[in-house]
């Protein structure tokens, strides 16, 4: 069983590989009010470092907890390298769907930067397909007007994948033109 200690607030830090790029200021207003309710459920994840405790998973938890002044949040302490701490979080985040398509596309693709990791070992951590992941990564070749589309809803995860397959600049920009016009 895992040994759930109780660390001060104010000695956590955010994981600088968060591959999270934003978090929603209103989910997090969401969370102190479900936490001011009924405290904090599930324990958040944390690693030792040299430079103190980092936040592997529950960084809105722990966000909720400092407006709400606890001055401790239950975590489950971890052992980790920085290449675990980030292959963690990438895997709690992916499994929870809380990255959006571009967020957990550059999650994969510090993966295999940083890493070195290839398609494949990607699939096996974050428990999807090969093509899964190939299809995520050629969302980071969307021209920027359909990232923006999609990061803002105008198209799906879907659609962006499909134009992604395209290839060709002038073709996808021309697809995006009509699926736009369609809706």
């Given at each position: 069983?895992k ?37 904090i ?14 936040i ?5 938890r ?12 239950p975590?489950i302490?971890?052992?980790t ?57 050629k969302?980071l ?11 803002s ?17 002038r ?9 736009l016009?369609?809706?």
């Amino acid at each position: 069983m895992k040994q759930i200690s109780q660390i001060p607030t104010n000695q956590l830090e955010p994981n600088p590989l968060q591959p999270r790029g934003v978090i929603n200021p209103d989910s997090v207003s969401e969370l102190v009010e479900s936490i001011r309710e009924h405290g904090i459920l599930e324990p958040l994840i944390i690693a030792k470092t040299p430079a103190g405790y980092q936040i592997i998973a529950g960084e809105r938890r722990w966000r909720a907890a400092r407006i709400l002044k606890l001055a401790y949040v239950p975590a489950i302490v971890k052992e980790t390298t920085p290449q675990q701490m980030l292959e963690m979080a990438i895997v709690e985040n992916v499994q929870r769907k809380d990255l959006n398509p571009i967020e957990r596309a550059k999650a994969f693709q510090r993966l295999k930067e940083e890493f070195k990791f290839d398609n494949t070992q990607i699939a096996k951590k974050v428990s999807k397909s090969v093509p899964y992941v190939i299809n995520v990564l050629k969302l980071l070749t969307l021209p920027d007007a359909l990232t923006d589309g999609l990061l803002s809803g105008l198209i799906t995860e879907g659609h962006a994948r499909a134009l992604a397959g395209i290839g060709d600049t002038r073709l996808i920009i021309e697809a995006y033109k009509i699926i736009l016009k369609e809706k």
